[in-house]
């Protein structure tokens, strides 16, 4: 039973329920959202009204959502006096999967930053961004309708964690002093430090999570992205445990590059799903020189900040390219950009990554029908040349509306 001492849940609608090894998602069902600050209020009152429009394209009136406004940053600092309420974390976590707007992140002590604490607070190990193009869409690359994959990134270890302390503090001097004379490590006295654990438990159940993904979706390959050349027992550990789970867990469905050489004559026999790795730093080359050696990424939580946004300028930037933080059953959908606060309220911003992530939202709940509906919308709006003005001052003739504006033009288009 939900108990809340802020806030009063919606009378009408049910909440999804974890049953066994799935999910039971109700007709009406109960979505907890965070509107977010900055440019936050003005693209979820898009996204919300793309979300709403989709499902009824889809299902009529059999199928709908009851929006339960939860709050973070700066509204709930300003209505409760703390950053990220508690009753914020028990409506995630009774109601199983929600979705937010860009949150700002605090000034000086205590939380590090709003997303990061949602992540660990619910386990949300698996940060998952799929990027892809669409027609219409100013790019900077010359085939950008290459691009087409999925970044499963690990969100609740590596140096995220936040395990560090600045230079010349008590703490850093004391860890300085313990690894220069108990492994006769060479640190630096003014040197600020940090650990980055990676552990087998983190890194298997995120690649787990990367394979079944592609798996079910039918997608061709996994690519393990570390930097296992340096740090070999954390990044490079990485990569061992990718393969061990492919092995002992899939070793029926998938296979591996080197047994694709050895055995197949290089080419990945039908029915088998390929595991490689990658070095990062070739990856980001390779990721804008051969886009389609790439389907399904798996990789660690630094690396995968880096890749996600790295992939998303070559389809229009990060304004286009949705996220989901999942764990095993609970989920939160998000903008993946920041606040933008010097434009907000001004109903100007391209909504589309928030759209996006709605779309993942309503796949997740088993809702395709109306998730495809939305991109055939938006994609038969961008190739009329309906854009916000990020994309629009980069095409020539295009047409360019206001926030509000291209959510109507997706409507339209459904």
Known sequence: MLTLETLT???????????????????????????GDGTGPDIWRATARVLEAGIRKAY??????????VFAGEKAHSRFGTWLPEDTLRAFEYYVVGIKGPLTTPVGGGIR????????LLDLYACVRPVRYFAGVPSPVKRPEQVDVVIFRENS?????????????????????????????KVREDSGVGLKPMSPTGSK??????????LDHGRRSVTLVHKGNIMKYTEGAFKTWGYEVAREEFGDRTITWDEVQARHGGQVPPGRLLIQDYIADVTFQHLLTR????DVIATGNLNGDYLSDAVAAQVGGIGMAPGGNVGDFHAVFEATHGTAPKYANQDKVNPGSLILS??????????QEAAEAIVRALEATFRRGILTYDLARLVEGAREVRTSEFATAIIDAL
Not at 205 to 214: F, H, Q, W
Not at 291 to 294: A, G, L, N, V
């Open 9 to 35: 849940p919606p009378r009408e609608g049910e909440r999804i329920e974890i049953r066994g090894s799935r999910l039971h998602v109700p007709d009406t069902v109960i979505i907890p959202y965070i509107e």
């Open 113 to 120: 930053s709003l997303n990061v604490a949602l992540r660990q």
């Open 291 to 294: 886009p389609r050696s790439f």
């Open 205 to 214: 159940r995120l690649i787990r999570k990367a394979i079944r993904y592609a």
């Open 358 to 367: 709605g779309v993942m939202m309503l796949e997740y709940l088993g809702w």
């Open 60 to 69: 009529g009136a059999r199928r709908r959502i009851v929006w339960f406004e």
């Open 157 to 185: 270890e590596d140096i995220y964690l936040g395990y560090e302390f600045a230079s010349g503090t008590p703490e850093a001097r004391r860890l300085i002093e313990f690894v220069n004379r108990e492994f006769a490590w």
